[in-house]
């Protein structure tokens, strides 16, 4: 499986940016897809994840302005961010999960959130 997000950049504070994951290879073999962020000098955290069957969890953090959503037609992923705060800055991380737990990682899009 081979992820390639796209759609950072830089945005005011209360400003919107939706970033995309395009999927390719054995995309059958999916089930978990997700977002995580990593900002400087931070370990990397989880922002969203939505499943297969149409689950979706999302980080206290991201709850209410984050929606992450799949277009399974296109093998995308998206995520979109509203009301965004300085501490959104972060390199954020396409992740793919397939059926036996294998882990794949797109490299990621940096989103800086700075007046």
């Known amino acids: 499986v081979q992820l390639q997000a796209s759609g950072g950049g830089l945005v005011q504070p209360g400003g919107s940016l939706r970033l995309s994951c395009a999927a390719s290879g054995s995309i059958f073999s999916i089930d978990v897809m997700g977002w995580y962020r990593q900002a400087p000098g931070n370990w990397r955290e989880l922002v969203a994840t939505?499943?297969?069957?149409?689950?979706?969890n999302y980080a206290a953090s991201v709850k209410g302005r984050f929606t992450i959503s799949r277009d399974n037609a296109m093998n995308t992923l998206y995520l979109h961010m509203n009301s965004l705060k300085p501490e959104d800055t972060a390199v954020y991380y396409c992740n793919a999960r397939d059926i036996i737990d294998k882990n794949y990682w797109g490299k990621g899009t940096l989103v800086t959130v700075s007046s």
């Open positions: 939505s499943t297969s069957g149409g689950s979706t």
